[in-house]
């Protein structure tokens, strides 16, 4: 299948804390917080949503598309990106800008606080589908992004009769609650986690059922709790897999995607391309930083069928 994923390309600085944020906030000082937090580790790792939903994608055999803006230190990601099977002709380097940053801290619980410069993504809208070299898209995640970039690439899909899957995510707080419906109503499908799921009921008047009914498939991701998938009428619980360690939660949720996509993109049942996505969030999990978990198709399929029992349907990944 031509994905093209569009999204936020960052270098992640990524933090541990040896405590607990909770036991810090005074909820009665909320107006006032003031904080600083000690961290004992720090590492610098390649991120950004776009680029880490493509590499899971691309270990399962797929040659995704970037539609990125990036920053004049971008060169040594794409390589590595290429050498990783995706096609990176659509990140723009523009002049004058560095790349992206995310920076994570995370506590012992897991709990994370971060903070994330813009940098050159803030011109990612210089970016059109139309500048993409080789065949019409089948598909184009919209993942966050700058967000008139995002505006943008919901109106150029409907435009083109591009489907997409729309994943609002962090930036829906930087959206109106008409511009997020407008990008819902037109949908293909919809990726949010448990809490950005109401912030949208709120923001839109939806009900989660009127949400369900307005795209072909929703998936609500719930941590450990796994993820509620909404398909042509059907509700179906995804289990998440444990994991062998914990090791960092970074990413997560864009692994899931990546898995996600890749049992949809080989025709696989909907119940199917949850619970590969739902092993793809766990071996993330399982290590630090977003790119850094690997395996062959051939190894996922072996430790999948530890888990469930897929009647033989992912031997079509041997396939490719």
């Given at each position: 299948?031509?994905i093209v994923?569009?999204?936020?390309?960052?270098?992640?600085?990524l933090?541990?804390f040896p405590?607990?944020f909770?036991?810090?906030i005074l909820?009665?000082?909320i107006e006032?917080i003031?904080?600083s937090?000690?961290?004992?580790?720090?590492?610098?790792?390649?991120?950004?949503i776009a680029?880490?939903?493509?590499?899971?994608?691309?270990l399962f055999?797929?040659r995704?598309?970037?539609?990125?803006?990036v920053g004049?230190?971008?060169?040594?990601?794409?390589?590595w990106l290429?050498?990783?099977?995706i096609d990176?002709?659509g990140?723009?380097v523009?002049?004058?800008?560095?790349?992206?940053?995310?920076?994570?801290?995370t506590?012992?619980s897991?709990?994370?606080?971060?903070?994330f410069?813009t940098?050159?993504?803030?011109?990612?809208?210089q970016l059109?589908l139309t500048?993409l070299?080789g065949?019409?898209p089948d598909?184009?995640v919209?993942?966050?992004?700058?967000?008139?970039?995002?505006?943008q690439y919901?109106d150029?899909?409907?435009?083109?009769?591009?489907?997409?899957?729309y994943d609002?995510?962090?930036?829906?707080?930087?959206?109106t609650?008409?511009?997020?419906?407008?990008?819902?109503?037109?949908?293909l499908?919809l990726?949010?986690?448990?809490?950005?799921?109401?912030?949208?009921q709120?923001?839109?008047?939806?009900q989660?059922?009127e949400i369900?009914?307005?795209?072909?498939?929703m998936?609500?991701?719930?941590g450990e709790c796994?993820a509620?998938?909404y398909?042509?009428?059907?509700?179906?619980?995804?289990?998440?897999v444990?994991?062998q360690?914990?090791a960092?939660?970074t990413?997560v949720?864009?692994?899931f995607?990546?898995?996600?996509?890749a049992?949809?993109?080989?025709?696989?049942?909907w119940?199917?391309?949850?619970?590969?996505g739902?092993?793809?969030a766990?071996y993330?999990?399982e290590q630090?930083?977003?790119q850094?978990?690997r395996y062959?198709?051939?190894?996922?399929?072996?430790?999948f069928?530890?888990?469930?029992?897929?009647q033989g349907?992912?031997?079509v990944?041997?396939?490719f």
């Open positions: 299948m031509n994923i569009t999204g936020s390309v960052a270098y992640d600085y933090m541990s405590g607990y909770k036991e810090h909820p009665e000082h006032n003031s904080l937090f000690l961290v004992e580790t720090m590492e610098k790792r390649r991120g950004g680029p880490n939903i493509a590499y899971t994608l691309a055999g797929e995704p598309r970037l539609l990125a803006a004049e230190d971008f060169e040594d990601y794409r390589r290429e050498e990783n099977g990176t002709r990140a723009k523009i002049p004058g800008t560095f790349t992206a940053s995310f920076f994570a801290n506590d012992l897991n709990a994370q606080i971060a903070t410069y940098g050159a993504m803030a011109y990612a809208s059109r500048d070299d065949e019409r598909l184009v919209i993942s966050p992004n700058d967000p008139q970039a995002m505006k919901v150029e899909c409907i435009s083109l009769e591009i489907p997409y899957l609002p995510s962090q930036q829906i707080v930087r959206l609650g008409e511009e997020v419906r407008h990008g819902i109503d037109h949908a499908a990726f949010v986690n448990e809490y950005e799921f109401a912030l949208i709120k923001m839109t008047a939806y989660p059922e369900a009914r307005r795209v072909r498939f998936v609500v991701t719930c796994g509620e998938l398909a042509e009428g059907q509700h179906i619980h995804i289990p998440a444990p994991p360690k914990i960092d939660p990413g949720g864009d692994a995607r990546g898995g996600f996509l049992a949809y993109a080989r025709g696989l049942d119940e199917t391309c949850g619970k590969v739902a092993l793809a766990t993330c999990l630090h930083g977003t850094s978990h062959t198709p051939a190894e996922f399929i072996q430790r069928r530890q888990v469930f029992d897929d349907k992912l031997d990944f041997l396939k």
